[in-house]
T-cell receptor, first 114, second 112 residues
Framework: GAGVSQSPSNKVTEKGKDVELRCDPI?????LYWYRQSLGQGLEFLIY????????KSGLPSDRFSAERTGGSVSTLTIQRTQQEDSAVYLC????????????FGEGSRLTVL | GDSVTQMEGPVTLSEEAFLTINCTYT??????LFWYVQYPGEGLQLLLK?????DKGSNKGFEATYRKETTSFHLEKGSVQVSDSAVYFC???????????FGKGTRLSVIA
């Protein structure tokens, strides 16, 4: 497709389980971002990938969160030992160049931790 | 660090009313400023942008002017439609090695 694709769109899990969220960016976009959207909290930056450079992980809230980007394309965000406060919508975005501000967002993955 | 503050919602307006959503920012240097919109069931999409002081961004009848003296980037539309119902996010980019910083969003509901 032409846009950013995220899966699953909805995920319900039990506290303590691990989850993986996937993002397929727009073809040719070198920059990829993960944000978290919590109720009343706006968008919280998590991690940023640019080409083959080391990712900017400065926004990851704890060491339970990790992400990788294989082959400069698909990215996976992994949350280990999920907690109820991890419940949020996780948004992926890509852009042709990094940090220009013109991001293309996916529809998000809604995570609910029971 | 950089931050964006926008008016809290929700905002409810009648069709054809005038809209203002306030946004102010704190940043070092000269950031670029953006408004993103999230329609129900869709991903965020760029609505308009301005890259330097006194620039006016516009799209779909919406406008916002980059005011350096008041560090503001208020979103306006002269006559809203039901289809404008969405969540609006103000954001800034300082470039360099810093990611886009978003405000908390303002939900707009337009009733017929």
């Amino acid at each position: 497709g032409a846009g950013v694709s995220q899966s699953p769109s909805n995920k319900v899990t039990e506290k303590g389980k691990d989850v993986e969220l996937r993002c397929d960016p727009i073809s040719g976009h070198t920059a990829l971002y993960w944000y978290r959207q919590s109720l009343g909290q706006g968008l919280e930056f998590l991690i940023y990938f640019q080409g083959n450079s080391a990712p900017d992980k400065s926004g990851l809230p704890s060491d339970r969160f990790s992400a990788e980007r294989t082959g400069g394309s698909v990215s996976t965000l992994t949350i280990q030992r999920t907690q109820q406060e991890d419940s949020a919508v996780y948004l992926c975005a890509s852009s042709l160049l990094g940090h220009t501000g013109e991001l293309f967002f996916g529809e998000g993955s809604r995570l609910t931790v029971l | 660090g950089d931050s964006v503050t926008q008016m809290e919602g929700p905002v409810t307006l009648s069709e054809e009313a005038f809209l203002t959503i306030n946004c102010t920012y704190t940043a070092t240097g000269y950031p670029s400023l953006f408004w993103y919109v999230q329609y129900p069931g869709e991903g965020l999409q760029l609505l308009l942008k301005a890259t330097k002081a006194d620039d006016k961004g516009s799209n779909k009848g919406f406008e916002a002017t980059y005011r350096k003296e008041t560090t503001s980037f208020h979103l306006e539309k002269g006559s809203v439609q039901v289809s404008d119902s969405a969540v609006y996010f103000c954001a800034l980019s300082s470039g360099g090695n810093t990611p886009l910083v978003f405000g908390k969003g303002t939900r707009l509901s337009v009733i017929a």
